[in-house]
């Protein structure tokens, strides 16, 4: 079946640096994408999304890329904060089946 | 966005022993999910909670393991059954936000089991 995988389990970034997380997933048809952040004891949080008719998205200080050719979903994170010390999960969607969700990056922040 | 509480937020079990996890909403949904997140790892889907049907299991997750009530459109439960260490997870409850599966989950805060 479809999975969906990181390339990198764990990121340090410096205070004030951008962050680049990513996600590779392998179901071409997946349509619809979100990127969840999750606080320690805390449940996911929904961040951004992005549907597969863009290949990109902007929110506050996130924005999303979406490379359909290469199958591949980036967060990038702007002037990165200590209170963005998580971790991140990409999720996939095809076409009304269940979320798939990825394995997850954790994000540590460096004062 | 819905307001999702679970209870109990964590919990020490026996072996051998079940437990039941509630999830609140506060405003109707349709669709109610249960995800299942092992120490370190990511979310799995156990089922989807169906109102006034029987649960929709995922490959994996039988309902002898893992029964689910849903008696209304605001409220389900989860029992996780004659439990061993290898279910010490957090479970975690998820509704959809009205658009079905193409639109976002939301979460609850998750009822975190530890099984000695």
């Known amino acids: 079946g479809e999975s969906v995988g990181l390339h990198l389990p764990t990121l340090s970034v410096q205070e004030g640096d951008n962050s680049i997380i990513n996600c590779a997933y392998s179901?071409?048809?997946?349509?619809?994408f979100i990127w969840y952040k999750q606080e320690s004891g805390k449940g996911p949080q929904f961040i951004i999304d992005?549907?597969?008719?863009?290949d990109k998205r902007q929110g506050q200080r996130v924005t999303v890329l979406l490379n359909k050719t290469v199958k591949h979903l980036s967060l990038q994170i702007a002037a990165t904060q200590p209170g963005d010390s998580a971790v991140y999960f990409c999720?996939?969607?095809?076409?009304?089946?269940?979320?798939?969700f990825g394995p997850g990056t954790r994000l540590s922040v460096l004062p | 966005s819905a307001v999702i509480s679970q209870k109990p937020s964590r919990d020490i079990c026996q072996r051998g022993t079940s437990l039941t996890i509630q999830c609140q909403v506060d405003?109707?949904?349709?669709?109610m999910f249960w995800y299942r997140q092992q120490p370190g790892q990511s979310l799995t889907l156990i089922a989807t909670?169906?109102?006034?049907?029987?649960?929709?299991?995922e490959s994996g997750f039988v309902i002898d393991k893992f029964p689910i009530s849903r008696p209304n459109l605001t409220f389900s439960t989860l029992t996780v059954s004659n439990m061993s260490p290898e279910d010490s997870s957090i479970y975690l409850c998820?509704?959809?936000?009205?658009?079905?599966?193409?639109?976002?989950?939301?979460f609850g805060e998750g009822s975190r089991l530890t099984v000695l």
């Open positions: 179901n071409s048809a997946s349509d619809y």
């Open positions: 405003s109707q949904v349709t669709m």
């Open positions: 909670a169906n109102q006034g049907s029987e649960a929709t299991y």
């Open positions: 998820s509704v959809d936000n009205g658009q079905g599966y193409t639109g976002e989950l939301f």
């Open positions: 992005i549907r597969s008719n863009m």
């Open positions: 999720a996939e969607n095809n076409y009304g089946q269940n979320f798939v």
